[in-house]
């Protein structure tokens, strides 16, 4: 006797499994130091409120544009943000620009020392003039002046000697040099107030001396740099 067949049943096709979705590859971690990136530091803050204190002391904000400002400078994360704050304020510097090698001259270590005395009157030295490697100042009921700013540094290392009796002798610096001390006040005043400059080149400024009731300081002048210095050597030696 013939079976008759029973029709098989329509096998249902398999789902496709769909493919795991490849894993990303992990990026490359790339290292950059775009110009500004360099995180800000207490220091750098508190120097840009300063210049805004100035500014607003001056005139040239409000002072509710000065409280904007504040605010935008402690918000600040990098020396880049810090900058645009105050760009078109005098004496605005939060970086430290490249600067060329310092063309120094040779050091005349036998040259005589460049004199400053001042007794019951005033001495003062600045604008553009030759540092000497020595220097001796002198103030006995007198005043001295020595300001450094804009001066042409023709050896690494300069010293000044200064000695003040019921005087004062006062030494101004720019900012990216390196200024050192080592003095004492009897009844006095003896204040240096030390720099490292970031270039391992730059003019090294040292102030020995005493004070006898009288003050020898010595200090940076803020918005004062050194930027062109090896142009002012080729210039004042004729090359």
């Known amino acids: 006797m013939d079976l008759e067949k029973k029709p098989e049943p329509d096998k249902q096709p398999e789902p496709q499994r769909q493919a795991a979705p490849a894993e990303p590859a992990p990026a490359e971690t790339v290292f950059a130091d ?11 803050r508190d120097r840009i409120a300063d210049i805004l204190r100035d500014a607003l002391a001056e005139g040239r904000i409000d002072a509710e544009e000065h409280s904007d400002r504040i605010d935008a400078v402690y918000r600040a994360k990098t020396v880049g ?4 704050i105050v760009r078109d304020l005098p ?7 490249p600067a060329p090698d310092y063309g120094y001259g040779p050091e005349d270590a036998d040259g005589p020392p460049a004199n400053l005395v001042a007794i019951f009157s005033s001495t003062t030295r600045k604008g553009r003039w030759r540092v000497s490697r020595r220097t001796n ?3 006995l009921f007198g005043n001295i002046e020595i300001d450094l700013t804009e001066a042409i540094f023709a050896q690494r290392l ?9 005087g004062n002798v006062e030494v101004r610096v720019p900012e990216n040099i390196s200024l050192r001390g080592n003095g004492s006040g009897i009844f006095g005043n003896f204040e240096v107030v030390t720099l490292e400059g970031v270039d391992p080149h730059a003019p090294v400024v040292v102030i020995n001396g005493y004070s006898v009731f009288g003050n020898v300081e010595a200090r940076p002048k803020r918005g004062k740099w050194i930027t062109d210095l090896q142009d002012r ?4 030696l004729g090359h």
């Open 34 to 44: 775009p110009q500004g990136s360099l995180r800000a530091s207490d220091a750098d």
């Open 81 to 84: 943000e810090l900058e645009p």
């Open 91 to 97: 004496g605005a510097r939060t970086r430290q620009e």
């Open 137 to 139: 100042a002198f103030a």
């Open 158 to 166: 300069t010293t000044i000697n200064a000695t003040s009796i019921f």
């Open 233 to 236: 050597m080729r210039k004042h």
